[in-house]
């Protein structure tokens, strides 16, 4: 959350609560969507780690990082300079997502407790 201080003649100070990126925490996948290409987005996986953001479908993930504060989140994939920007907020234990000048692109989805990512390594024999 932010906070100013605003005493005459005093820098004004920002400071982030970072409770806001534990709330997204984890794996999140797309129930329901609404807007354009709905039936493409069902089944992605957004999975929130620190300021990793990875957005998933049928084994082709893309990486990225994020910012999040209180209402948005953001999504620049690796090797690109467009960030794209979402409105946030929360309907029970469901995540709804627009994206920012999306035309009404909105995304409901639910934390995946059973999305696992486990590096396997070959056993010697």
Known sequence: KETENKEP??????????GSASKLEGAWEIMRAEGMAVKSNWGTVYTFKGDNL???KSGFDNPGKTEITDSTFSFQAEGNEYKFIYNYHFNSDTLVAEMQNSNGQ??????NWFVW???LKPCKT
């Open 9 to 18: 003649g005093k820098e004004e100070t920002v400071t982030v609560d970072n």
């Open 54 to 56: 990875t957005m998933g």
């Open 106 to 111: 909105i995304l409901h989805m639910v934390k």
């Open 117 to 119: 990512k486990i590096n």
